[in-house]
Every structure is written in C-alpha cells, then in structure tokens.
C-alpha cells in the first residue's frame, strides 16, 4: 500500500481529467455457516473537460443513462453484462455540437435560475430533448450509444481493461470550459 502523503501532481490518470474516483465492493452472502463470494465490481466516477476551450454560447447541458443487465456465472467465476439498449438521454441548450440525443421522442420548455451568485448570473431559458441514445464527440472518451462496442470505456492510467459506461453528463457554462462526468462499471475479474 502506497504511502498516506502522495501528491495528486505526480499522478497521471489521462489528458483533460480533472478528478477521479474508484471505488470496489464484493457481493457475498452466507448458506448457513458459508459465506458464498461473488463477483468484484469496480465503479470509476471521472470528471473531465470535454475541449481545453472556454464555453462562449448560452448555457446547455447533455445527458444519457444506459442499463446493463449483469448475469454471474458462478462456475467460472465471471461477470457478463448485457447491453440492454442505448439508454434514455436529453440535451438542452447550447452544446457546441459536442453531443446529441439520436431519437428525441419528446420536447419541452425549461428554465433553471439561480441568483446565489448575484444578479449578473447566467440563466437557461430553453427546450430540452428527450429521448433515447447519445452521441459524445469531446474529450476525455468520446462515444455513442447506438453502438454497444462504443459505449466500453478504456481505463488506461486508471486500472486495466476497460469499463461500461452507466452514465454521462455534460454542463456547458458560458465562460468555462464544458465538464464531462462519466460514470463507469468494471469488473476485477477481466
């Protein structure tokens, strides 16, 4: 185990990211007096700039959600996930083309204000997109869901392999650099 003082400087996960977190939990159980392993999941939780420039648009955001059916094979100790479609999505706002929902099934006013930071604020007046499937154009890990074989993450610098994309946001504020979260499932024994 690695010492208690360690500089986040000397740690290179990747190009435009900015946090990262990796979390694992076994699932286990008892029968009477055995306890019974099964698999290791692994969640990694990034936070990213989607480009290295500054948002100079009105505000917007994007955002999919992907199931994965997870089936364990207990014989040979191996977690399968089934893509289970290309996951519920919406955009609203201004972009920069760095996303888009690929079937909208519904559009509806939003508004999202906020005053805690003064009254010269940005507010987000728009319509919001509904559907299903995301196409992601940026940086860290670009990807579409309409695609199963787009929508596996590498984890280079982060661990080995590669990951299941659960969730992804993207929040476009006028005078910052847009930020991508992604939420991504592993599992240890790959």
């Known amino acids: ?4 003082c360690q500089l986040v ?12 977190q990796v979390k694992s939990n076994t699932e286990m159980g008892r029968s009477g007096s055995a306890i019974i392993l099964g698999p290791t999941l692994g969640n990694v939780a990034i936070s990213a700039y989607a480009t290295k420039t500054i948002h100079t648009g009105c505000p917007g955001r994007a955002g999919v ?42 559009n509806y006013p939003i508004l999202n204000a906020s005053a805690a930071s003064g009254p010269t604020g940005f507010y987000e007046h728009t319509t919001q997109t509904d559907g299903f499937g995301m196409a992601y ?6 990807f579409n869901t309409g695609n199963k074989g787009e929508v596996r993450i590498p984890l280079s610098g982060i661990g080995s392999g590669s990951g299941y994309l659960q969730s992804f ?5 006028p005078g910052q650099v847009p930020i991508v979260n992604y939420n991504i499932v592993f599992t240890m024994n790959e």
């Open 9 to 20: 400087g000397d740690l290179y996960v990747g190009d435009y990211i900015i946090s990262v």
């Open 137 to 142: 154009r940026g940086k860290p890990y670009a």
């Open 1 to 4: 185990m690695a010492g208690c």
């Open 169 to 173: 946001s993207l929040q476009c504020v």
């Open 65 to 106: 959600s992907l199931n994965w059916l997870k089936k364990y094979d207990c014989d040979r100790d191996e977690l399968h996930f089934i893509f289970l479609g290309s996951g519920k999505s919406s955009i609203s706002g201004d972009v920069e083309g760095l996303a888009s929902v690929q079937n909208g099934i519904i």
